[in-house]
């Protein structure tokens, strides 16, 4: 992904209003190219994941956040404004169910369900 392209796209959506959240959105667009390249990898497999993020955010702070970041972008998948096309209509589908399921067991938001730390 292009920093400079989406550093425009998140300014005209109104995400980015000031330096220090164009900043973290440069090292957000650099981070998102590490971890596409790791998909990308043959060799990537979802219990080395598991076990990385575990030892790699050693704090329950920084683990509930990146819950919550999980969390968010499988609400994200689950609107409208996540677009689909063959490739990951499958993945919008479970997203949705998820997202529905979670809120008729529990009565609340999917998203807003973790509490603030």
Do not use: W
Request: proline content about 3%; aromatic content about 12%.
């Amino acid at each position: 992904m292009d920093s400079k392209t989406f550093i425009h796209f998140a300014k005209k959506e109104g995400m980015i209003t000031n330096e220090h959240e164009e900043a973290a959105a440069t090292k957000l667009v650099e981070a998102m190219d590490v971890i596409s390249n790791v998909l990308n990898g043959s060799t990537m497999n979802q219990k080395m994941f598991n076990h990385c993020v575990d030892r790699g955010l050693s704090h329950p702070t920084l683990k509930q956040n990146f819950n919550r970041f999980i969390f968010g972008y499988i609400s994200y998948m689950a609107s409208d404004e996540y677009k689909v096309d063959g490739r990951n209509e499958s993945s919008k589908e479970t997203a949705q169910k998820l997202v529905y399921s979670y809120e008729k067991v529990e009565g609340f938001p999917f998203f807003v369900s973790l509490p603030n730390v």
